[in-house]
């Protein structure tokens, strides 16, 4: 079975899970913290990092969240 990094956007908390393919694409990993199912894959490649830097840029409040935020 595969590793997957999660993130729970709902409270913030990442955690990674060994589940079925199955699993994961039928939403039937939960947070551990909260129990919701809608969860985010988290990359940790260096592409994504660079289009996270782009996409910082358009958000709308980078003065308040300083590019931080998932926008
Ligand atoms: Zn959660």
């Known amino acids: 079975m595969p590793f997957?990094?999660?993130k729970c956007p709902k409270c913030g908390s990442e955690f990674?899970?060994?589940a079925k393919m199955s699993e994961r694409e039928n939403?039937?990993?939960n947070c551990p913290d909260c129990g919701n199912n809608q969860l985010e894959t988290v990359f940790k490649s260096v592409?994504?990092?660079q289009s996270r830097k782009s996409d910082s840029s358009d958000c709308p409040n980078r003065?308040?969240?300083g590019?931080?935020?998932s926008h």
């Open 4 to 6: 997957y990094d999660l």
């Open 47 to 49: 592409n994504i990092i």
């Open 16 to 18: 990674n899970v060994m």
């Open 67 to 69: 590019g931080c935020c």
């Open 63 to 65: 003065h308040v969240c």
């Open 27 to 29: 939403n039937q990993i």
